[in-house]
């Protein structure tokens, strides 16, 4: 089945520090989807990325759909203790197909 | 307006039961999946239904079933539950057309 890699797997950073997390896919994703994880949650999406190219912000999270639409990659700006948590990527190859996740990062942050 | 909702949150059975596992979308949602997320991974989808009809499976074994029901709840159905069976079972719904997932809680399953 397919696959996302996504990297890192886990990292540790300063509060104030910017974040930059990718996934990858040997396969062409029409979307790339976002989310975050807590603890004890369901998955909660951040960013949605439709078109090839493609550059969302949302808050201090700016995302991109990667030019070969097999990546794309998540940048958090200074980080704060709630930013702690899960991130996965999720593709879709097509309308109405499932979504794709990866194994996700894991973020923590000291303050 | 309340979100996806899953009950029970947690459970606790044993090899060879079976579970039911309950699901109600976002009002207005026709659309619900479920994924079933291991410890450490991330969601591996397992069903798909819109409008009660299965629009997709994914690679689980027959023990794994589903339904809808008309006012568009799911319930997720595992016989002769596994060990390996133990997971955060997730249920996520979507408006037509979109195919943004938003997810519950999710029912934490562990099969002893």
């Known amino acids: 089945g397919q696959q996302l890699n996504q990297s890192p797997q886990s990292m540790f950073i300063q509060e104030g520090e910017d974040v930059s997390m990718n996934c990858t896919s040997s396969s062409i994703f029409n979307t790339w989807l976002w989310y975050k994880q807590d603890p004890g949650e369901g998955p909660v999406l951040l960013i949605a990325l439709y078109k090839a190219g493609e550059l969302t912000s949302n808050g201090r999270l700016t995302a991109q759909f990667g030019i070969t639409r097999k990546d794309s990659f998540l940048n958090i700006s200074a980080s704060i203790p709630s930013d702690v948590g899960i991130y996965f990527c999720a593709g879709q190859l097509r309308g109405n197909t499932p979504l794709v996740f990866g194994k996700g990062t894991r973020l923590s942050v000291i303050a | 307006d309340a979100g996806v909702t899953q009950s029970p949150t947690h459970l606790i059975k044993t090899r060879g039961q079976h579970v039911t596992l309950r699901c109600s979308p976002i009002s207005g949602h026709k659309s619900v999946s479920w994924y079933q997320q291991v410890l450490g991974q991330g969601p591996q989808f397992i069903f798909q239904?819109?409008?009660?009809?299965?629009?997709g499976r994914g690679n689980f074994p027959d023990r794994f079933s589903a339904r809808q029901f008309p006012n568009y709840s799911s319930e997720l159905n595992v016989n002769a539950l596994l060990l390996g069976d133990s997971a955060l079972y997730l249920c996520?719904?979507?408006?037509?057309?979109?195919?943004?997932?938003?997810f519950g809680a999710g029912s934490r399953l562990t099969v002893l």
């Open positions: 239904y819109y409008e009660k009809e299965e629009r």
């Open positions: 996520a719904s979507n408006p037509p057309g979109a195919n943004v997932l938003t």
